[in-house]
Protein backbone atom coordinates (compact mmCIF):
# COMPACT_ATOMS: atom_id res chain seq x y z
CA UNK A 1 0.00 0.00 0.00
CA UNK A 2 1.32 3.48 -0.82
CA UNK A 3 1.64 6.51 1.63
CA UNK A 4 -0.99 8.70 0.97
CA UNK A 5 1.10 11.92 1.81
CA UNK A 6 3.65 10.62 -0.52
CA UNK A 7 3.57 7.28 -3.50
CA UNK A 8 7.36 6.59 -2.98
CA UNK A 9 6.53 5.59 -0.03
CA UNK A 10 4.75 2.63 1.28
CA UNK A 11 2.42 2.37 4.53
CA UNK A 12 5.45 2.14 6.85
CA UNK A 13 7.30 5.06 5.36
CA UNK A 14 10.03 3.25 3.42
CA UNK A 15 10.99 3.93 0.16
CA UNK A 16 9.97 2.23 -2.85
CA UNK A 17 10.06 4.65 -5.90
CA UNK A 18 12.64 7.39 -5.82
CA UNK A 19 11.38 9.87 -8.36
CA UNK A 20 12.03 12.95 -6.41
CA UNK A 21 13.41 13.88 -3.10
CA UNK A 22 10.22 16.98 -2.76
CA UNK A 23 8.64 15.66 -0.28
CA UNK A 24 11.18 13.06 1.38
CA UNK A 25 11.49 12.72 5.21
CA UNK A 26 14.88 14.04 6.27
CA UNK A 27 15.55 10.42 7.44
CA UNK A 28 14.75 8.60 4.00
CA UNK A 29 17.22 11.45 2.27
CA UNK A 30 19.99 10.21 4.92
CA UNK A 31 19.07 6.75 4.10
CA UNK A 32 19.90 7.38 0.35
CA UNK A 33 22.93 9.57 0.99
CA UNK A 34 24.36 6.87 3.55
CA UNK A 35 23.64 3.71 1.45
CA UNK A 36 25.25 5.68 -1.63
CA UNK A 37 28.23 6.32 0.44
CA UNK A 38 28.96 2.96 1.02
CA UNK A 39 29.05 2.43 -2.41
CA UNK A 40 32.65 3.86 -2.91
CA UNK A 41 34.54 1.47 -1.63
CA UNK A 42 32.83 -0.92 -4.95
CA UNK A 43 35.02 1.67 -7.03
CA UNK A 44 38.10 0.09 -5.64
CA UNK A 45 37.39 -3.24 -5.88
CA UNK A 46 38.55 -5.16 -8.87
CA UNK A 47 34.83 -6.43 -9.73
CA UNK A 48 33.12 -3.47 -9.37
CA UNK A 49 29.25 -5.50 -8.71
CA UNK A 50 27.34 -6.15 -5.88
CA UNK A 51 23.89 -8.34 -5.47
CA UNK A 52 21.98 -5.27 -4.57
CA UNK A 53 19.67 -5.79 -7.51
CA UNK A 54 19.86 -8.87 -8.53
CA UNK A 55 16.93 -10.82 -9.49
CA UNK A 56 15.48 -7.00 -10.33
CA UNK A 57 14.25 -5.08 -13.30
CA UNK A 58 15.63 -1.69 -14.00
CA UNK A 59 13.97 0.76 -16.11
CA UNK A 60 15.38 3.69 -17.54
CA UNK A 61 13.22 6.59 -19.00
CA UNK A 62 15.10 10.11 -20.29
CA UNK A 63 13.10 12.41 -21.71
CA UNK A 64 16.25 13.72 -24.33
CA UNK A 65 18.07 11.49 -26.48
CA UNK A 66 21.99 11.22 -24.26
CA UNK A 67 23.99 8.23 -25.17
CA UNK A 68 26.62 9.09 -22.33
CA UNK A 69 23.85 9.49 -19.65
CA UNK A 70 21.87 6.12 -20.72
CA UNK A 71 24.88 3.91 -21.18
CA UNK A 72 26.26 5.35 -17.55
CA UNK A 73 22.86 4.42 -16.10
CA UNK A 74 22.99 1.07 -18.07
CA UNK A 75 26.82 0.61 -16.39
CA UNK A 76 25.65 1.44 -12.83
CA UNK A 77 22.76 -1.11 -13.27
CA UNK A 78 24.88 -4.00 -14.28
CA UNK A 79 27.49 -3.09 -11.60
CA UNK A 80 24.61 -3.63 -9.08
CA UNK A 81 23.30 -6.59 -10.61
CA UNK A 82 20.33 -5.44 -12.16
Do not use: W
Not at 2 to 27: D, F, M, V, Y
Not at 40 to 53: A, G
Amino acid sequence: MLSKRNPQLNKHGELIHLLSIEGLPRAVIEQILDTAGSFLSVNDREVKKVPLLRGKSVFNLFFENSTRTRTTFEIAAKRLSA
